[in-house]
RNA sequence: GCCGAAGUGGUGGAACUGGCAGACGCGCUGGACUCAAAAUCCAGUGGGGCUCAAACCCCGUGCGGGUUCGACUCCCGCCUUCGGCACCA
């Protein structure tokens, strides 16, 4: 027996599977498709970390499995290759991005071929391909044409000493990253996209597909749908009002004041009239300086200022009631304003507290001098004359009734999700094509101009003025407006990273179509993808914009499915061996490539399949690697003790029907761990009997290929069985051969385990009982006492009360 | 503060739908092989009690209660850790 040399046997059958084209879809669009996804991988200049191929191998053990069982499968990998990191590497030594990316993207591939994945190569795709881009710029055109995309004045980070903008991960503490400059918000007119539009739809559709659970929930939390009425407060005295959103109708009488935002317009209209301007610019002053996340995280003390000279009406009771503004409202939710009901909502209450307002009680159920009352199930509406008397839910509807009769307010809905800003002051994106003219506005580039080509730059950096540094390139701004044919300027702003992996499970289908997006028949075949497997950290950006693309997609008849995803886990982070998150500041990353180098790839893809839970993060481990190189070690070995014919005992017939069995179900449901844990069970049972028939081998290395595929098929070759394992079929089980003869029963004696006969599978309890009067040990506990009740389960326990 | 997930041996983790807790690895201990070591193979390994040994007994799935013949699993209350966050009115 050769030495088992993982080093000379991957890089063998990875050619072998190439050459062989082993791996590519077919276009066979009779046979029965099955389309895995992957995130595509940002390259970035660290190269892969062992983070990367843990969810690669899960999907790729998928893949491989549905092959053997005949599936017309799409496995297919790209680059999401736009992006912030690039470019300031770019910036920082002087490369064009396009090389630095170029470098990063053949880096990385070099390292996932090592892996043998069994990716289809021939429709790689990468996001910063004009061919692609042009399509994603054609995606954008459509979205402008449907009134989709629009300009709104949005603050943008921007350093007051480097004079960019900065996106939000570069802004540390309120200072910039690079140079330690105070950070502010600069208002910026940026392009939008109306992704609320979907709200509804991205909610309601969650019900057609297979999502893990929490992400369906994060999802619908996200887009926070609430129904309520939204109604004006009149400011006392003037032609004006303040309006408010509102869930809780049923509790205005209790409104005793308002809140206001900082950042709200009515603040600078009536500044002549405020008495405490001053108090009021500091406070604002004050809140600038936050971020949002900031302004959430102050939850321990409420801060706020009282505008002097301006009163509300409360609606129904006709009572002036004071205006504040504090940061706990936010401008972007809602109306920027809120009534205050202290003794029915928390933060509130807090407020009033703090700043001695009165509270009134309209719900009966607590003590609102205590805390706030805040349940909708339970309580009695009080001091609130229309309504007095009434559950909460019936006053909510009776009061909502009233307020729109009156034309006081109107029912409506309202959202967390904002739209999505497009717009980045950048170089390293796709250009946005449109160009502005004087006389006709935004006029979008005519489709058969696409791609708007990203034009060399000498100077990655923004513009002083915070302009993408495309603004400096006159030659390329000033062009003609396609409508009028009169002067007019190119949109300088490009896209976000975002666009590009919002639809790249589209283009895979048909990579190298320079007439569409792909063609209609592929996207038919194909769509929608079976399995979408990817992190936690993308749900609520990555995965819900690209849901609104393919139904913006869908509306327009480029797809036909109004989801992209029928399926979709995740996977858990793999940590450092200390426990913490990976990093290089940590110094405790590891390097697939040594991995690879040291105990071959189907001990790196075993190991990071048996780790642990797939869902969880783990700790990574040396020993643990190195257990599962032993694991493949003694598989190697098997080659020693094969015989020819078919199992050769009918327990050992039993277990492999239930190892396929297992192992099958297992890679379809993310429990790879279990599955590997069988086939170790089950080589052992082969070494325990020191030999293994032909018949059991070609089972057992069809099972194990998907998770180690090299030594599979080299001992598959090596053992002279017939063919190559790549074209096999997968074992299936039969529901007769799994079911044991005899059976261990546990018998319980009140509850505890107290000993176990074995008896036939089938036995019933008579048998049983007869069985169990046998045993002195277990006769021992009923002896001389009375039995009350005799539970018994066929197959699984039999449990005696006695007393 | 809110939302979500999770707490099981020295360790990573198993455990069907409420039915023998600790599968499979790692580590550790002992043995075989070796001049020796590594590698490999064999045996043992939750804690405690009683044993030459076995049988057997008690305790044990974050904590406190509860439901049940029976709870890692279900219910109520708490604690801790991790992840997400936009004080959402």
């Known amino acids: ?95 064009h991005p396009r090389k630095v990316t170029e470098q990063n993207i053949s880096r990385f591939k070099e390292q996932l071929k090592s892996i043998g994945f069994s990716f289809d190569w021939s429709r790689e795709v990468d996001t910063t391909d004009p061919k692609y881009y042009k399509w994603t710029q054609w995606i954008f055109l459509k979205l402008f044409e449907k009134g989709l995309a629009y300009k709104k004045e949005m603050p943008i980070n921007f350093c007051t000493s480097c004079k960019v903008g900065l996106a939000n991960e570069e802004v540390v503490a309120g200072k910039c990253e690079r140079c330690g400059s105070d950070v502010i918000k600069k208002v910026k007119n940026q392009w939008m996209l109306k992704i609320t539009e979907y709200a509804d739809r991205l909610i309601e559709d969650l019900e057609t597909v297979d999502y893990v659970e929490k992400i369906k929930a994060q999802q619908i939390n996200w887009i926070g749908r609430s129904t309520g009425v939204e109604l004006d407060f009149r400011i006392s005295g003037k032609d004006d009002a303040l309006k408010v959103f509102t869930t809780r109708p049923d509790t205005i009488y209790g409104a005793t004041y308002m809140v206001i935002a900082p950042e709200h317009p009515l603040i600078d209209k009536y500044n002549d009239i405020i008495e405490n301007m001053d108090e009021i610019s500091k406070y604002r002053e004050y809140v600038s300086k936050k971020s949002d996340i900031e302004r959430t995280e102050l939850t321990k003390e409420k801060t706020g200022v009282e505008i002097n000279g301006l009163k509300a009406v409360n609606p129904v009771t006709n009572k002036e009631i004071p205006i504040w503004i504090s940061d706990y409202v936010m401008m972007s939710y809602g109306t920027g304003a809120i009534m205050a009901v ?299 003790i094969v015989v020819s014919g078919d199992s050769y005992t009918k327990e050992l017939e039993t277990n492999i029907h239930k190892t396929i069995k297992k192992v099958s179900e297992d890679y379809e449901t993310l429990k790879f761990n279990t599955a590997i844990a069988a086939l170790m069970s089950l080589l052992n049972d082969f070494n325990s009997h020191g030999k293994i028939t032909t018949t059991d081998l070609k089972t057992f290395l069809i099972l194990l290929n998907p998770v180690a595929p090299h030594i599979t098929e080299e001992l598959w070759q090596v053992c002279g069985l017939e063919g190559m394992l790549h074209d096999q079929n997968w074992p299936v089980y039969d529901e007769e051969k799994i079911k044991d003869d005899q059976i261990e029963m546990p018998i319980q004696i009140n509850g505890k385990v107290r000993g176990t006969v074995v008896v036939p599978a089938d036995s019933s309890q008579d048998m049983i009982k007869e069985k169990i009067e046998e045993n002195e040990n277990l006769m021992k506990y009923i002896e001389g006492k009375k039995i009350v009740k005799e539970i018994f389960v066929k197959g699984k326990i039999y449990n005696i009360v006695v007393k």
């Open 1 to 95: 027996m050769r030495e088992y040399n993982p080093r000379v046997i991957e890089k063998k059958w990875q050619e072998i599977w190439e050459e062989k084209r082993v791996f590519e879809a077919s276009n066979d669009m009779a046979k029965e498709k099955f389309y895995a996804l992957i995130e595509f991988p940002y390259p970035s200049g660290q190269g892969l970390h062992v983070g990367h191929p843990r969810p690669y191998t899960a999907m790729d053990i998928v893949a491989r499995k549905r092959r053997l069982q005949g599936y017309n499968v799409l496995f297919p990998i790209g680059w999401d290759a736009f992006g912030l990191p690039t470019e300031n590497y770019a910036i920082k030594n002087k490369i």
């Open 342 to 640: 202290p003794a029915h909502d928390s933060r509130d209450w807090e407020f009033a507290k703090k700043f001695n307002l009165p509270i009134i009680e309209v719900i009966k159920g607590g003590n609102v001098e205590e805390e706030a009352y805040t349940d909708t199930e339970q309580g009695i509406v009080v001091n609130s004359e229309l309504i007095n008397g009434l559950e909460v839910k019936e006053a909510i509807e009776k009061m909502s009734d009233w307020l729109e009769e009156k034309g006081l307010g109107k029912r409506t809905v309202n959202y967390k999700l904002r739209d999505w800003v497009f717009s980045r002051q950048r170089y390293w994106g796709e250009p946005i094509p449109l160009v502005h003219c004087d006389k006709c506005g935004w006029v979008p580039v005519p489709e058969n101009e696409l791609p708007v080509m990203l034009p060399d730059v000498e100077n990655y950096e923004p513009t002083e003025t915070g302009e993408s540094p495309l603004a400096n390139i006159k030659e390329w701004v000033e062009t003609t407006c396609p409508k009028c044919g009169g002067k007019a300027d190119r949109e300088t702003d490009t896209m976000p990273q975002w666009a590009g992996s919002s639809w790249y499970f589209l283009r895979y289908v048909d990579p190298h179509n320079d007439k569409e997006l792909a063609s209609k028949e592929a996207l038919d075949y194909w769509l929608p993808i079976d399995w979408y497997n990817g992190g936690m950290e993308h749900t609520t950006l990555h995965l819900l914009y690209s849901r609104f693309w393919h139904k913006f997609l869908y509306d327009i008849g480029v797809v036909n499915t109004p989801e992209p995803y029928k399926k979709r886990t995740s996977h858990g982070m793999i940590l450092g061996e200390n426990n913490e998150k990976m990093s290089k500041s940590r110094g405790n990353v590891v390097n697939p490539d040594d991995i690879v180098k040291e105990f071959g790839a189907d001990t790196l893809r075993t190991y990071e399949m048996f780790i642990g839970d797939f869902e969880k993060s783990v700790p990574w481990s040396e020993n643990g690697v190195k257990g599962c190189r032993r694991f493949l070690e003694r598989v190697w070995r098997l080659q020693d």
